[in-house]
């Protein structure tokens, strides 16, 4: 029995390394190859040169995708944390029938492929004029970031005693004076990485975005896609500059974001909480 579990946990480990050492591969030829003067059949290519960043800088136009990449991902964050704070507070510190039914029906639109509710959603966008347009993408990526927001913050809320709200309205504050001056200023380390997440979610998400963009509401993981596919010749460098620029971007977000939240804490809360 132990020589099976020697050898299965080698298969696994083994597997394991078999596809990291491809990505990594795959990787480290698109970052070569975006530096890369001409590379035919050896090792490395045979000069190095940054103009590749240039040339996929003007000809993708990446300022206006990384502007417009920046305005819905901002106002993603902004109008998540609006909706997702309240509810969260509520869900916090209410107790009423289906409160777990609640969390599993708000893990839904994270755990599910974005791309089975993003079709129906985007032919109503569609059918009322908001897709095509930057209202339409940010409406799109509030589906999965609001309950981004309220999984994230409600363990947060639950931590802070209820007493120091008690206290508060004992001495004259209303609900809503209680949640900005006293647990607001509690609460910023948990806005902050709800705030990095729901970033990090919306920079990244091609499906719900893919649907729902036209041409001037491109973010930057569309753009590149449109700009690996579109007809025409176009130096395969520059497409793996932008490649290189996305992956760079998710790379520095992932890495703050890890600094602030643990991902498991998402599935393991609902797991945890009481009915």
Not at 49 to 75: C, D
Request: a positive charge; proline letters at 6%.
């Amino acid at each position: 029995m132990k020589s099976r579990m020697t050898v299965g946990a080698w298969l696994v480990w083994g597997a394991v390394v078999f596809f990291f050492v491809h990505l990594a591969g795959v990787i480290f030829s698109v970052v070569v190859n975006s530096f890369g003067e001409r590379w035919f059949d050896t090792w490395l290519p045979q000069g190095w040169t940054t103009k590749w960043y240039a040339s996929a800088w003007n000809e993708f136009g990446l300022f206006q995708i990384l502007i417009v990449t920046l305005e819905v991902a901002l106002l993603v964050v902004a109008i998540s944390l609006l909706v997702g704070v309240p509810a969260s507070y509520i869900l916090a510190r209410r107790s009423f029938p289906g409160r777990r039914l609640i969390y599993l029906l708000f893990l839904l639109p994270i755990l599910m492929p974005p791309i089975t509710y993003g079709i129906p959603l985007a032919t109503v966008l569609y059918k009322y004029g908001l897709a095509g347009h930057l209202a339409g993408v940010v409406l799109a990526n509030l589906v999965p970031s609001i309950p981004f927001v309220i999984l994230t913050m409600t363990p947060f809320i639950e931590q802070i005693d209820p007493s120091v709200e008690r206290a508060a309205r004992m001495c004259g504050a209303r609900t809503g004076q209680v949640f900005v001056r006293i647990l607001s200023p509690l609460l910023v380390p948990g806005i902050l990485a709800a705030s990095i997440l729901v970033l990090v979610r919306t920079v990244g998400m091609f499906e719900l975005t893919f649907l729902t963009a036209g041409p001037d509401s491109q973010t930057l993981v569309v753009a590149l896609y449109y700009s690996m596919s579109a007809a025409g010749i176009r130096a395969q460098q520059s497409v793996d500059a932008m490649a290189v620029i996305y992956m760079a971007s998710m790379l520095v977000l992932l890495v703050i974001a890890l600094r602030f939240v643990n991902p498991t804490q998402l599935v393991a809360r609902v797991k945890e909480d009481p009915e």
